[in-house]
Each structure stands twice: as structure tokens, then as C-alpha cells.
């Protein structure tokens, strides 16, 4: 074994790389850099993050949000990697503590805001310290072309500069457009990059576009078919976020709002709530969304349909993170168009755009809600092709994984378990499982998701494994997780076996 994957083993307990983890990762250790598009879900962390652990020194990851950097930061120390964030959220002595951690060598990847580059303590900090790889997360950021643009990620260039000696940089992104892709190089200063585009299909994702016409009973009757399963439910406007989850809400299920003219306070609560499972469902608008890294999120539903293909594909993305087969339902109705058409136009109080811009905008706007409103309502064509066509990516065959291309639900249904999986497992030790599971993560404070994946539960109830050191075979069983957790799983399927032979 080379010692990437044995350290994908090791720490992740992974078997093997995704597709183009394993080239960018040696392109990495080769000393070149690489700026990778790669969609939500297809696996950047480990991109970075194995290299960071096969290099000698400290890798710096510049990221975004606070919210990621904190969860990052979890995963790694909860696999047995030396890592610490740098933010705003930190005291000053907090910050201190954690800085002269970094000069003492105490970390192996260090997360930090592009905001914190400037600074003369952390400048100070890099310029002493063995910087091998900067990995610049969300690197779209950098970009004006789109709208997570983030000034600050404009002096990354600069502080490489600063660096004594200058480490690889590698860029992330799930942004794919062109435009976007030239910015990141220039303006990043990459050097001679390696650029990997890595195909934007998500198999494990069902796309299905339906007109009820009643929206809201659609959506009800949707969850009490999925009521033990995370979902987000995205709307366009405060209004009808606030409308919905009222609605869902008074159907007797666990739902909270999520949008920008809530207080912090009610936005992080929702967030947490739902990241730990305390609640299944947020009903949110486009401001719900990058700092989110759930990866168990089963469905995304539109309750209207968005004036972009590109936030549509971005946010029904959001599902099905963790590979497993997930959801993704546009509910379309002619008044979502009008709705659309009414975002645009509207001109803002204090217009910061020209006459000539504000006109150029709108013709621009209107183009995407026209392929957008083409993409819902056109009929005949495979779903999965005509949103990989958009991206322009070739998809040759019908996917049977989509509402055009499975017309009944026992076909749909059937497609989807033939594809993931033969396995036989033990239904109800599996729910004893992720019962015990849910009690595991109240106790120690962690969300669900971070002790086991239900693909991680099902393998268990499939292989039954009787000693730990049978858990090296399952997969996502890397040894610190063996360490915390492997004698508790070991114990609830021992008893199991017993009590089922008496
Ligand atoms: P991205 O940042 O591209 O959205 P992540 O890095 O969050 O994706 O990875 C998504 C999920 O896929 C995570 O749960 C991660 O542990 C898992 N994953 C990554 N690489 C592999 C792999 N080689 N095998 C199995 N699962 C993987």
C-alpha cells in the first residue's frame, strides 16, 4: 500500500480515493500547484488534507467562514489530527494560546481567514514557521464574477509573497464557470497550475421536477413519507420561508426558518439544531448555505423554482453529501416566473449600478431565468443530461435517476437500491444501531454524523463484526474512531447476536 492510502486508512478509514482525489493529492506532493473544481460532495478536504499529513511542516488553509472552519476542525481532531482554526471567533488570548501552539509545532493544519493574513502577529507566526501547502477553500470567493465575493481573498496572492519560502497552493472551488476559473488563477498568482475540472454529476442524486397543485400538500405529504430524515426546503422569499415552516410546523413536525432577516442568534440556533439532528428540517431561502457541511442532508426540495440554473444545482447539491442516495424536488407553478421576474426588476433604493449596468443586469438575469424556467418545464429529455448539458458537460445516456426518466416511484425506488448496494443487512439491528448512535452523540456533544454514517450502519448490520480489529474491514472505520467508539459498536452487535440465539 502507498503511503496515501495508508493514510486515507488510517485516519479516514477509506479504501480507496474518489475520482481525481488521488492525482491532485500527487500533483500536490510533487510540488506543483493545482487549482481543482470539483462539485459539492466529491471529497476536497481529504484532496488537502492527506497531503498535509504525508508532507513534513504545517499546512494553512484559508477558508471562508467560521462556521466550516469549526467544523473542519472537529472532523480532524475527531480522527486524530493535530489541526486548530484561527478566526474572530477566538478571544485574543484564546487567539495567542492557539498561536504559540502553531509556533511550538503543535499543529499539522492550521485553518485561518483570509482577514488574518494581514496581520503582524500571524505574519510573523508564517514567516517562521515550515509552511509546505496553502490550501485556499471556497477559492471562488476571490472572484467579483460571483457572489460570494470576498475582498480579503484578494491579498492571498501578497501574503504567499511575504512567505521566505513559498509553498504550494492549492485552490477549491465547486464554482465551475470560466470566468471564475481565470480569476482564481491570476488572482491567487497560482504557478503554472495544475488544473483538474472533475465532472459535475452527482449520481447519488434523483432529480425530479413536479407541479402539485397544492404545493404545501405535496411537501406534507413528502415528509410524512421521510420523517426520520434531514431536509433542507428552499423558497425565495422571507415571506414564504416564514409561511412554510409555520405550515410544516402545525403538521406536527420539528422545523425552523432560516433567513438573512432573522437575528444571528435565531440563524445559529437553526443551524446547530440542524447540523445535531434536533431538528429534521430547515425551510430557508438562498441565504442558508456555504457554512453548511451536513453531510447526511437527504433531500433538498424547492418550494419555488430559483431564478438560476447555477443556485438551483448549488443548493439542491447540498444533499447527499456522504455519497448515499438523496433527493432533490424542484415544485414548479407559472407564478414562480412572474416571482423571478419581479426580483429582477426590482431596482434597489440606493442602486449602486449605473443606468447602463442596471439594464445589462436585468438582460443578463433574465437569460438565466429563462433557461431556468426552460430546465422546468421542457418534458422529453433526461434531467440529469440537460443540467450537465447546461454546465456543459456531455451526458450521453438516460440516468434512470430522475423524474423524466422514471416516471413511476416502484421503478425509482428499485434503481436506487440495485445501484448502491447488494448487501444484506439486519434491519433491526441496524435501528438498534442508530439508536445507540444518537445516545453516543447527545453524550459526547457531536453531532451524529461525525460517529457513524447510516452507510457506515448498514455495513455493520451487514458484516456483523465481533472484534474491533474486524472493523478495520468496514469502511469509514479509521483507527482513532476504532479507538473511541469500536468496542461500544462491538458490544451493542454482540449483545444483539446473543440475545437473537436464545
Ligand atoms: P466537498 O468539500 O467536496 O463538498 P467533503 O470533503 O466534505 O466534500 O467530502 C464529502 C464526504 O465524502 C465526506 O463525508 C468525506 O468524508 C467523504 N469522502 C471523501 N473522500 C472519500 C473517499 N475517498 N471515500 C469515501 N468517502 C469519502
Not at 429 to 446: E, T
Amino acid at each position: 500500500m502507498s503511503e496515501i492510502h495508508e493514510i486515507l486508512k488510517k485516519y479516514y478509514g477509506y479504501d480507496s480515493f474518489r475520482p481525481g482525489q488521488e492525482e491532485i493529492i500527487n500533483h500536490i506532493l510533487g510540488g506543483k500547484d493545482v487549482a481543482a473544481i470539483m462539485p459539492t460532495g466529491a471529497g476536497k478536504s481529504v484532496c488537502y488534507q492527506v497531503p498535509a499529513l504525508a508532507m513534513r511542516g504545517i499546512t494553512l488553509v484559508i477558508s471562508p467562514l467560521i462556521s466550516l472552519m469549526q467544523d473542519q476542525v472537529r472532523t480532524l481532531l475527531s480522527v486524530g489530527v493535530r489541526a486548530a482554526y484561527l478566526n474572530s471567533s477566538l478571544t485574543a488570548r484564546q487567539f495567542q494560546l492557539a498561536l504559540d501552539n502553531a509556533k511550538r509545532g503543535v499543529y499539522k493544519i492550521i485553518y485561518v481567514a483570509p482577514e488574518r493574513l494581514e496581520t503582524e502577529n500571524f505574519l510573523e507566526f508564517a514567516c517562521n514557521a515550515d509552511i509546505s501547502i496553502l490550501a485556499v477553500d471556497e477559492a471562488h470567493c476571490v472572484s467579483q464574477w460571483g457572489q460570494d465575493f470576498r475582498p480579503s481573498y484578494l491579498k492571498i496572492g501578497e501574503f504567499v509573497k511575504k512567505l521566505p519560502k513559498r509553498p504550494v497552493v492549492a485552490a477549491f472551488t465547486a464554482t465551475a464557470t470560466n470566468k471564475v476559473r481565470v480569476d482564481i488563477i491570476n488572482k491567487l498568482g497560482l504557478n503554472k497550475p495544475i488544473t483538474y475540472i472533475s465532472s459535475f454529476d452527482r449520481a447519488n442524486l434523483y432529480f425530479g421536477i413536479h407541479k402539485p397543485e397544492n404545493k404545501l400538500n405535496y411537501i406534507i405529504e413528502y415528509l410524512n413519507n421521510h420523517h426520520d430524515e434531514s431536509g433542507i426546503i428552499y423558497c425565495l422569499t422571507r415571506k414564504d420561508t416564514e409561511a412554510v415552516a409555520k405550515y410544516i410546523e402545525d403538521a406536527g413536525h420539528s422545523v425552523m426558518p432560516y433567513h438573512a432577516g432573522l437575528s444571528d442568534e435565531r440563524r445559529k440556533k437553526a443551524q446547530e439544531d440542524f447540523i445535531y439532528d434536533r431538528i429534521k428540517i430547515i425551510v430557508a431561502t438562498n441565504a442558508f448555505g456555504m457554512g453548511i457541511d451536513k453531510p447526511n442532508v437527504r433531500y433538498v426540495i424547492h418550494y419555488s423554482m430559483p431564478g438560476r440554473m447555477e443556485d438551483y444545482y448549488q443548493q439542491a447539491g447540498r444533499a447527499g453529501r456522504d455519497g448515499e442516495p438523496s433527493e432533490c424536488i424542484l415544485l414548479y407553478a407559472p407564478r414562480d416566473v412572474r416571482l423571478n421576474q419581479f426580483m429582477i426588476t426590482r431596482t434597489p433604493d440606493d442602486d449602486p449600478l449605473t443606468p447602463a449596468q442596471r439594464e445589462a443586469y436585468i438582460k443578463a438575469e433574465e437569460e438565466c431565468l429563462r433557461q431556468m424556467t426552460f430546465y422546468s418545464t421542457s418534458q422529453g429529455t433526461c434531467l440529469r443530461k440537460r443540467i450537465l448539458n447546461y454546465f456543459g458537460e456531455n451526458h450521453g445516456k438516460k440516468c434512470k435517476n430522475c423524474s423524466c426518466c422514471l416516471d413511476d416511484i416502484e421503478e425509482r425506488s428499485f434503481g436506487i437500491s440495485s445501484s448502491v448496494s447488494t448487501m444484506i443487512m439486519d434491519e433491526a439491528l441496524f435501528n438498534r444501531l442508530k439508536d445507540k448512535v444518537r445516545i453516543m452523540a447527545l453524550f459526547g456533544g457531536v453531532p451524529v454524523f461525525t460517529i457513524a454514517s447510516d452507510a457506515m450502519l448498514r455495513e455493520l448490520s451487514a458484516v456483523k463484526p465481533r472484534t474491533t480489529a474486524q472493523l478495520r474491514h468496514i469502511s469509514g472505520f479509521g483507527e482513532e474512531k476504532i479507538k473511541r467508539y469500536g468496542k461500544e459498536f462491538i458490544n451493542i452487535i454482540n449483545e444483539y447476536e446473543n440475545e437473537a440465539e436464545f
